[in-house]
């Protein structure tokens, strides 16, 4: 067998294997070290010897032999302090398949319990963590992605990404047996930690989709990787309604990505997007399933974003956009989860369901909010409805002040662009702008 | 969000200092970036020569002429940056207020153009 098939055949086995030892054995580093050495066994031996015939089971005991090797070789001491940590965890060595530890030959063990994954995002995605560093360890422990496919997809130099991950486990590390398993679905603070991990996944994609064409496909990969981890949470809890828009959300928006830029970068706003070039099969999988859970499932931000992106979607042209629906949803929306980028989105719908200078009415409402004070979008919606408004000279004013106040290049190009193809300000005489320097 | 922390002073004021208050500033320069290093925060940073090896390049109608300079007497001088990685523009103006010339002179914050975009 060739290397890189191996290769390829490991590569998404070392999740569920880490996740199997994690939710046994508790201690993330040196559970991390044990599958290193055991995929470096499978990918010496398994091109000599043939891959056997179940490679997960193969893996975990493999690694599962590799811990039990290194925590002998620790003091006494520091091994009865593993035992009583481990002891406390279900499924550790005193555990119901505790037998399996060291004792099954390679190729005996069960496949990997489906909740590994879900153990492993609830670890990775752990509160204490800063929001960095849940996302750098999410795609190093469960996409698994390399430290330098990280530090690429993030535009960081490999050793800033390499301390944030392994302060990242330290830090886990420190918190000890409080990291052992997620809670149980009926406790609540199940679905504040599936918060948490949502998010992160959330951050990864947008990480990935909000970045333009051209020199940064690293970072494009993200939006896959979030949307492969986002369907395994699915799988695992298919009637939760959050996990379902969030998928659904997230299918819904990549499936415009061919057309939201052009070759060169430029932005293409939705409006203008070439929407043959949409992709129909993530457009219809994204629709079935927030509709699904819509019907089932109690309300939450994820669904009603997925929902509002559904009808944006499901348009054939721009201008047959379903806007009074789009409205009602970032009502409900703003109830669920108010705030000022909710208020701004509402603002954008009223424009287009009541006209702009309405829509202008409920921008002028967040004039003093401090949250969004220097914030570009809050210029950049108001440019564009003073444009629908015909107030062509003060939209170009704020076109202009919003390429000034963002930091992303691709938007400052199509500022610019858009103020530019607006008539100048009328200026009294005297005032004109200095000429530029010969 | 990545910022870069642009350091200004005046080298001709270190210079007057002792040597152990010199060593003393580098040591705090020095633990600075070590735990920027360790917190995962640091990207990257250079210190500039003394203003005095700078030249100016300037190009008109196609010719390029290189002149030593400028020397200009300003009390503070770009002399170098540090680029961190970090959270929110308050934690990047924080460690820029732990910087010591911040105390003696002034570090401006910058923050650095991106690629990505929201939908528009």
């Given amino acids: ?438 | 969000m990545k910022y870069m922390l642009l350091i200004y002073n005046n080298p001709a004021s270190y210079e007057a200092w002792a040597e152990d208050q010199r060593t003393a500033l580098f040591n705090e320069v020095d633990a600075l970036m070590k735990e920027l290093r360790e917190t995962g925060e640091l990207v990257g940073g250079e210190a500039l020569a003394d203003p005095s090896t700078t030249k100016t390049v300037r190009v008109r109608d196609g010719i390029p002429a290189i002149t030593d300079g400028p020397f200009a007497e300003v009390k503070e001088q770009f002399a170098g940056y540090i680029t961190v990685d970090c959270e929110s523009v308050e934690r990047a103006a924080e460690i820029a207020a732990r910087w010591p010339d911040a105390r003696y002179f002034a570090m401006e914050v910058r923050a650095i153009m991106h690629t990505t975009s929201v939908e528009l």
């Fill in chain 1, 1 to 438: 067998m060739p290397q890189d098939s191996v290769e390829d055949l490991l590569r998404p086995l070392t999740r569920q294997v880490l996740g199997t030892l994690v939710r046994r054995y508790g201690q993330f580093e040196a559970c991390e070290d044990a599958v290193q050495e055991a995929l470096l066994d499978a990918s010496v031996q398994w091109p000599e010897r043939g891959v056997p015939a179940n490679p997960l089971g193969w893996l975990i005991t493999v690694a599962s032999r590799r811990l039990t090797d290194q925590w002998r070789s620790e003091s006494a001491r520091r091994r009865r302090e593993v035992t009583v940590f481990t002891l406390e965890l279900p499924g550790g060595p005193g555990g119901p398949d505790g037998a399996a530890l060291g004792a099954a030959e390679p190729g005996e063990e069960r496949a990997a319990d489906t909740d590994d994954t879900l153990t492993l995002l609830f670890l990775c995605c752990h509160p204490v963590l800063p929001p960095a560093a849940q996302v750098a360890l999410t795609l190093r422990a469960v996409g698994g992605l390399t430290t330098a496919e990280i530090a690429r997809a993030f535009l960081v130099p490999e050793a800033t990404m390499a301390q944030r991950i392994s302060r990242a486990k330290q830090r886990i590390k420190a918190d000890g047996a409080r990291f052992g398993l997620p809670p149980q679905p009926e406790r609540p603070e199940h679905s504040e930690r599936l918060a948490a991990v949502l998010h992160v996944l959330y951050l990864i994609f947008n990480e990935g989709y909000t970045t333009s064409s051209g020199d940064d496909l690293h970072r494009a990969e993200l939006t896959a990787e979030a949307i492969r981890l986002t369907r395994a949470v699915h799988r695992l809890l298919p009637d939760d309604g959050e996990v379902s828009g969030l998928l659904a959300l997230m299918l819904l928006t990549d499936a415009r990505r061919a057309a939201r830029s052009r070759p060169d970068g430029t932005l293409v706003p939705l409006a203008d997007q070439d929407r043959g070039r949409w992709d129909a099969a993530a457009i219809s999988e994204g629709s079935a399933l927030i509709s699904a859970a819509l019907a089932r499932a109690p309300i939450g931000p994820y669904q009603v974003q997925a929902a509002i992106a559904a009808v944006h979607d499901e348009a054939a042209r721009a201008q047959d956009t379903d806007w009074a629906q789009i409205l009602a949803l970032y009502e409900v929306l703003e109830r669920l989860t108010p705030g000022p980028v909710v208020t701004l989105n509402r603002a954008v719908a009223i424009g287009m369901v009541r006209g702009p200078r309405a829509g202008l009415e409920v921008l002028s409402g967040l004039d003093g909010d401090h949250r969004l004070a220097g914030n570009h979008r809050v210029e950049v919606v108001r440019a564009h409805l003073l444009e629908m408004a015909g107030d062509h000279a003060a939209a170009r004013d704020s076109y202009q002040r919003a390429a000034r106040l963002t930091t992303s290049t691709p938007e400052q190009r199509y500022l610019q662009a858009r103020a530019a193809r607006l008539p100048r300000l009328a200026r009294e005489p005297g005032q004109a702008p200095a000429s530029p320097p010969a």
